[in-house]
């Protein structure tokens, strides 16, 4: 069955900080799609990246860098030098054949 | 930028009234879907629909829930007869042509149902 956990319900750090957001994954298909969502306090949910299972390189934006490995299922979010602004819920999810899947989120706190 | 909209942002609605959540996803997308959140829990598939049928569902879409495609531009959910546990965020989503389920989901700002 298609899941997705994310294991750190919450995670608080302080400015500047980098902080790393797990998130593993189970799917019987050979193709299907991870993403990341962020979701502020003002509710909406706002994409931040898309992976397919047969692109495993890495990759970076900005501050956001994102680590892939099929070997371990995981699929892991890294935020360098923190700012308050992304303090936020931040859902990974999965979309194989069937639908698109959510983890339970993991709500970061960025203190000043 | 294109977007997809969601109206109401939030609904009050007494039980067992029935609610209609509108969407109009962004103009050339093809797949359409209905998440739900309750308050901080996490965010649930509920139906995508595409070709003007419903696609998949999951085991939260009972019979109290339906989607249609009245028009070529909006994307309703109706619940028929609300329940104190349907209160949660409902979030629209769209996808792009040519690529299926499998990409991204473009959602709107979600509307809120409280059923009191």
């Known amino acids: 069955a298609q899941k997705v956990t994310q294991a750190q319900t919450e995670i608080s750090v302080v400015e500047k900080e980098d902080v790393t957001l797990d998130c593993v994954y189970e799917?019987?298909?050979?193709?299907?799609?991870l993403f990341w969502y962020k979701q502020p306090p003002s509710g909406e949910l706002v994409f931040l990246i898309r992976?397919?299972?047969?692109?495993?390189q890495n990759e970076i934006s900005g501050r956001y860098s994102w680590n892939f490995q099929k070997s371990t299922s995981s699929f892991n979010f890294t935020i360098t030098a923190s700012q308050v602004v992304d303090s936020a819920v931040y859902f990974c999810?999965?979309?194989?054949?069937?639908?698109?899947?959510f983890g339970a989120g993991t709500r970061l706190t960025v203190k000043p | 930028e294109p977007e997809v909209t969601q109206t109401p942002s939030h609904q009050v609605t007494q039980m067992g009234q029935e609610v209609i959540l509108r969407c109009v996803p962004i103009?050339?997308?093809?797949?359409f879907y209905w998440y739900r959140q309750i308050l901080g829990q996490k965010v649930e598939f509920l139906v995508s629909?595409?070709?003007?049928?419903?696609?998949?569902k999951s085991e939260i879409f009972d019979d109290q829930f339906s989607v249609e495609r009245p028009d070529g531009s909006n994307f309703t959910l109706k619940i028929r007869s609300t329940k104190l546990e349907d209160s949660a965020m409902y979030f629209c989503?769209?996808?792009?042509?040519?690529?299926?389920?499998?990409?991204?989901?473009?959602f709107g700002q979600g509307t809120r149902l409280t059923v009191v």
């Open positions: 989503a769209s996808s792009r042509p040519g690529t299926g389920r499998n990409t991204e989901a473009f």
């Open positions: 799917t019987r298909d050979t193709t299907y799609y």
């Open positions: 992976r397919n299972s047969f692109d495993e």
């Open positions: 999810a999965l979309s194989d054949t069937n639908d698109m899947r």
């Open positions: 103009s050339n997308h093809l797949y």
């Open positions: 629909f595409y070709n003007n049928e419903i696609s998949e």
